[in-house]
């Protein structure tokens, strides 16, 4: 089992900036690939970012490459999310998750956290 808990979530205006943290216990940290969803009201949960155990492979959603950056720090068990030019549509509950392999669909991973509130206002 892995638990992962999120934070850093909050209300930010329009073209702010955000950090989100995720805690990892249970398995080994450095053996899960780590990743960000999101999910507006009344809308699926969307794939944001999500990075490799080994190399650190990066990989993001369109709509939030150039302004987000995932990375990690394997010492301290923890994934960030650094989300800088915030739009009103980032707007959403925002999940880590953890997976031996990144995935894009949010069906295919296998570990979540309880997510934190994000939101822009414009």
């Known amino acids: 089992q892995v638990q992962l808990v999120e934070s850093g979530g909050g209300l930010v205006q329009a073209g702010g900036s955000l950090r989100l943290s995720c805690a990892a216990s249970?398995?080994?940290?450095?053996?899960?690939?780590m990743g960000w969803f999101r999910q507006a009201p009344g809308k699926e949960r969307e794939f944001v970012a999500s990075?490799?155990?080994?190399?650190?492979?990066?990989h993001y959603a369109n709509s939030v490459k150039g302004r987000f950056t995932i990375s990690r720090d394997n010492a301290k068990n923890t994934v960030y999310l650094q989300m800088n030019s915030l739009k009103p549509e980032d707007t959403a509950v925002y999940y880590c998750?953890?997976?031996?392999?990144?995935?894009?669909?949010?069906?295919?991973?296998?570990?979540w956290g309880q997510g934190t509130q994000v939101t822009v206002s414009s």
């Open positions: 998750a953890a997976n031996p392999i990144p995935r894009f669909i949010f069906t295919e991973w296998d570990y």
């Open positions: 990075i490799n155990w080994s190399r650190g492979t990066t």
């Open positions: 249970g398995r080994t940290f450095s053996n899960y690939a």
